[in-house]
């Protein structure tokens, strides 16, 4: 399995394979018809009072990582995503966070990494 997490305002590159917006909102700035987004999963982002309590504070990674992991099992979007996962060779989560080190795309890249 193959999967990679870039940020929606990188240039779209054909190495990203099958990309997935994995935000709740739309990122600001972007236009859908330049986006380059094959599939939209709202349902995989993190709830929205998960998202507001994290704020992207480094000292909730950890605590936000386990919040989000729970939130992600059993749900029916990642069963979605693990079809996508499986019909495409290269898949690429977008996410439009600031922080390359502390956003839920690599938290959801590294659960489904685990569920595999």
């Known amino acids: 399995m193959n999967i990679h997490i870039k940020r929606i305002y990188e240039p779209f590159a054909d190495t990203d394979g099958y990309r997935i917006l994995v935000d709740r909102l739309w ?23 998960l998202r507001k309590w994290f704020d992207h504070d480094a000292e909730k990674w950890d605590e936000f990582c386990l919040k989000y992991h729970s939130e992600l099992k059993g749900s029916a979007a990642v069963n979605e995503l693990m079809a996508c996962l499986k019909e495409h060779k290269q898949v ?13 795309a690599l938290a959801l890249q590294q659960f489904m990494k685990n569920v595999s």
Do not use: F, I, Q
């Not at 989560?93 to 839920?104: P, V």
């Open 27 to 49: 990122p600001r700035g972007v236009k859908k018809e330049n986006a380059h987004v094959d599939k939209w999963m709202k349902d995989v982002a993190p709830s929205t009072n």
């Open 92 to 104: 690429t989560l977008l996410y439009a966070a600031k922080s390359e080190k502390y956003n839920h």
